[in-house]
């Protein structure tokens, strides 16, 4: 099984900053196969982006995402007081998803 | 819109079953998939299964296997997701999701949640 680890566990920034979230797989994963989700408190998880750089319906530009193979990044470029929140990434292989554990950003 | 309602909470002893509908609106329910994912008290999400809802195949979770059910009823488009042998650590939020599998998978809709709680 594939294991995704988020880091950093916690981002301190102030909004309009840019934010930097990084998702290590333990083994390659097809950039296809990589997608990215945000939640708030008390929410359901939003999709964000699939195929690693795809963003979904409705979600602004400056939600971006990148990488290949084992490391993947979600960047955020201006932070706006609604996206203080946990993102998750997740991996599809073998029928199966996994998630990393989560990068909380909060409010410096 | 495409919508995902999910039954209301429940309360359960430990060793007991729970069964929790997701009923789905606004797309066609048998062009996708429905993944039911798990969010115990503040921890992470966790991947419990696949269910395809034009032909009824299912994958589910290792850890899970032999305890959960996943079905759909394409007459009311809605799907179920039924565990066994209730312990404490199945305390969560269950979510059912709509899933696309294929060339990107990704789960694209999520319902809004139901939280069960095993105590005695």
């Known amino acids: 099984e594939i294991v995704l680890t988020q880091s950093p566990g916690t981002l301190s920034l102030s909004p309009g900053e840019r934010a930097t979230l990084s998702c290590r797989a333990s083994q390659s994963v097809s950039s296809s196969y990589l997608a990215w989700y945000q939640q708030k408190p008390g929410q359901a998880p939003r999709l964000l982006i699939y195929g690693a750089s795809s963003r979904a319906t409705g979600i602004p530009d400056r939600f971006s995402g990148s990488g290949s193979g084992t490391d993947f990044t979600l960047t955020i470029s201006r932070l706006e007081p609604e996206d203080f929140a946990v993102y998750y990434c997740?991996?599809?292989?073998?029928?199966?998803?996994?998630f990393g554990q989560g990068t909380k950003v909060e409010i410096k | 819109q495409v919508q995902l309602v999910q039954s209301g909470a429940e309360v359960k002893k430990p060793g007991a079953s729970v069964k929790v509908s997701c009923k789905a609106s606004?797309?066609?329910?048998?062009?996708?998939?429905i993944s039911w994912v798990r969010q115990a008290p503040g921890q992470g999400l966790e991947w419990m299964g696949w269910?395809?809802?034009?032909?009824?195949?299912?994958n589910y979770a290792q850890k899970l296997q032999g305890r959960v059910t996943m079905t759909t009823d394409t007459s009311t488009s809605t799907a179920y997701m039924e565990l066994r042998s209730l312990r404490s650590d199945d305390t969560a939020v269950y979510y059912c999701t709509r899933s696309i599998v294929g060339a990107m998978p990704h789960l694209d809709y999520w319902g809004q949640g139901t939280l069960v709680t095993v105590s005695s």
């Open positions: 997740q991996q599809y292989g073998s029928s199966a998803w996994t």
């Open positions: 606004g797309y066609t329910f048998t062009s996708y998939g």
């Open positions: 269910i395809s809802a034009y032909n009824g195949n299912t």
